[in-house]
């Protein structure tokens, strides 16, 4: 016997093609400066990370930690079971305007559309209990607000498995969606959650990095 390398080299492949492709959808949809367009998880998430990324083009296509990875194998596998291969791809824009005339173009790349359903899939370590969480949720809301479906999130844990249904009236409203957008790209709200920091590669070099409570 010896240690190889075959077939996860055959399996890394696979994803990097994948991922440069979603990589290079959103950096090609993502416009921080007027006329302002953003991916929906990009808005969902901080600016400052998304700022970095698109300066300094810092995207990650392979994964950098077994949960991502067992994460996009999960959405691989499963896209595949409900849809056949290769998966379809779904893809959506749609434009929102404010009170003051503002526009936001926001991109919306759901993993399932079946049944008129909207679906997307997560993998995470998080105890059930804790399930749904608020940024899934939002995300699954906007693209419900973007298609005009019932909306599904599908999770995966090493706990256990869950499955929520959002009927069509649970959607985020245009106004909801607009106040979002209007955090990101005129509040510049850095981080939207304080646990992004813990998992961000900008955290030694970012001036509004948080510390975990345990780091003092
Ligand atoms: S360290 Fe925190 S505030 Fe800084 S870019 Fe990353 S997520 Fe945003």
Same mark, same amino acid.
């Given at each position: ?5 075959? $077939? ?6 696979? +994803? ?8 290079? /959808? +959103? ?12 991916? $929906? ?13 698109? /300066? ?24 595949? $079971? ?11 824009? /749609? =434009?929102?305007?404010? =009170?003051?005339? =503002?526009?936001? +173009? ?10 008129? %359903?909207?679906? %997307? ?32 999130? $599908? ?13 069509? %009236? ?5 106004? %909801?969606?607009?106040? +979002? ?32 409570? =345990?780091?003092?």
């Amino acid at each position: 016997m010896k240690a190889e390398n075959k $077939v996860w080299s055959l399996i890394l492949d696979k +994803i990097y093609e994948t991922q440069r492709e979603v990589i290079e /959808k +959103i950096s090609s949809s993502l416009n921080l400066e007027k006329p302002y367009s953003a991916p $929906v998880t990009t808005l969902l998430h901080c600016y400052t990370k998304a700022m970095f990324d698109s /300066k300094f083009g810092m995207y990650k296509p392979i994964p950098t930690n077994i949960n991502i990875l067992l994460g996009l194998l999960y959405d691989f596998t499963i896209k595949v $079971v409900l849809q056949g291969y290769p998966p379809p791809e779904h893809y959506y824009t /749609k =434009e929102y305007t404010d =009170e003051n005339g =503002e526009k936001y +173009i926001i991109h919306a790349g759901p993993d399932v559309i079946l049944d008129n %359903e909207v679906i %997307e899939l997560k993998y995470t370590s998080i105890p059930l209990e804790k399930l749904p969480l608020e940024h899934h949720e939002l995300q699954l809301k906007m693209y419900m607000n973007i298609t005009e479906l019932r909306g599904r999130l $599908v999770y995966l844990t090493p706990y256990g498995v869950r499955e929520f249904l959002y009927e069509r %009236e649970e959607a985020l409203t245009n106004e %909801e969606i607009i106040k +979002i957008a209007q955090e990101f790209f005129a509040g510049k709200i850095s981080p939207r959650y304080e646990w992004e920091c813990q998992y961000c590669q900008y955290r030694a070099i970012c001036p509004l990095a948080i510390q975990k409570k =345990e780091d003092g």
